[in-house]
């Protein structure tokens, strides 16, 4: 059974969120989010990446950014643009994304439910990455980016859901990028009581995003030996039938030693190739390579993927095993330094970019793999390849944060 507790959120005053919340820490560089809080004293990305209020050649890893991360985070607490809730509440988060749109369950979750694989992952985590975390936390005494989770979808969830979104919001605003941000509060026992009964019911949650905060909360629970709020750690759940996944692509410094004529033709041997292809593949086992200022549209050879092991199948997984490794030499993608990777959200025209810039030689166009290949995978006790999701819309750093009350 899957362990949600309510929690009382630090939250923005609601006419101040769409000049708090901001992106997640991860998905953008330290030149990106000094341009985006320019002239903003209250962006949140001067608490989650705060090495922008310091020396641009300052490490963000150093003791002080951690300090002023803190500094930052108290001032927006004490002039009063985050304030916690006097009880501990569920919340709905609902954000539409052009036509798509999906409504998770802010709550927290058990961190020994991740410990014991009931809130199952499907990537492995980078050491240093974690430990990013776990000092940012202890910095805050707080959880402030949320873990994206995924559940199988339930009717009487659904019914609250749509029962309580029809009702005003508390927060509701669109960001510069033109994703719309709405959140509700449930404080009401007996709404409380039925969302514990249901997810007790449920036997896993997943991991769809957010596995280095996961990891780090985790730690830090050990670490205080689950004193205070450090036993449970930042949510928000989406039923799985309405999640987005985009495709992660793949750019790549150099050619291996190839010219792109003999890169062709080893690609031959896995692909029908279809010259002049466009640049955005349209089903699984279909990738775009963009190659010597071309688009070619790449199908891999039926005997690649002739397996039934779900794993095994993912394009990301047959790219990596046929081509990365044996054409391109790339044994590790986590630690090589001769591959990149572009999240969906930048489209294709970024790879094109990329390429005819000159910074990397050539580029493959990916197809999304599915929130069921996922569950798969991770009901198996499978890791993916690096990089193999990218979910959107991204859930706003600040719009709740967990205070872990030490």
Not at 219 to 238: D, Q
Request: glycine letters at 6%.
């Amino acid at each position: 059974m899957a362990t949600i507790q309510p929690f009382a959120a630090l939250r923005p005053n609601p006419e101040l969120a769409s000049r708090i919340c901001e992106l997640p820490y991860d998905v953008l560089s330290s030149k990106e989010a000094r341009q985006i809080a320019s002239g903003n004293p209250l962006s949140f990305l001067r608490v989650s990446k705060p090495e922008i209020d310091l020396p641009p050649a300052t490490d963000p890893y150093s003791p002080e950014v951690y300090a002023k991360g803190r500094a930052n985070f108290r001032k927006l607490i004490d002039q009063g643009e985050l304030r916690q809730d006097p009880q501990p509440c569920f919340y709905l988060y609902r954000q539409i994304m052009g036509q798509h749109h999906q409504v998770g369950l802010v709550a927290v979750a058990s961190c020994e439910d991740y410990l014991q694989g009931i809130i199952k992952k499907h990537e492995l985590t980078r050491p240093d990455k974690e430990d990013d975390r776990v000092r940012h936390i202890e910095a805050l005494d707080s959880q402030t980016g949320p873990v994206f989770l995924v559940y199988s979808a339930r009717p009487k969830i659904d019914e609250l859901v749509n029962r309580r979104t029809a009702q005003p919001p508390q927060i509701d605003f669109t960001a510069s990028d033109g994703v719309r941000h709405t959140a509700w509060v449930i404080a009401e026992a007996p709404e409380i009581e039925l969302i514990r009964t249901e997810f007790a019911a449920i036997s896993s949650l997943y991991i769809a995003d957010g596995h280095h905060r996961c990891a780090a909360a985790a730690r830090v629970y050990r670490a205080r030996n689950s004193a205070g709020h450090s036993g449970f750690f930042l949510s928000v759940i989406f039923p799985h039938n309405q999640t987005q996944i985009l495709p992660y692509h793949r750019v790549l410094k150099d050619l291996n030693g190839l010219s792109p004529a003999q890169l062709l033709e080893k690609l031959d041997g896995v692909f029908i190739i279809h010259p002049q292809g466009a640049a955005q593949p349209t089903r699984r086992h279909e990738l775009g390579l963009y190659l010597a200022g071309h688009w070619h549209m790449l199908n891999f050879r039926p005997r690649f993927a002739a397996t039934t092991d779900a794993l095994e199948k993912l394009d990301v997984t047959l790219l990596q095993k046929y081509v990365l490794e044996p054409i391109f030499g790339i044994t590790d993608p986590r630690t090589s330094t001769r591959i990149n990777f572009v999240g969906g959200i930048r489209g294709t025209a970024e790879l094109q970019r990329l390429v005819d810039s000159g910074e990397y030689a050539c580029a493959f166009a990916m197809f999304p793999t599915s929130i069921d290949e996922l569950l798969a995978i991770a009901d198996g006790g499978g890791i993916m390849p690096p990089k193999s999701t990218w979910f959107e819309p991204k859930l706003r750093d600040a719009m709740f944060c967990h205070m872990l009350e030490q």
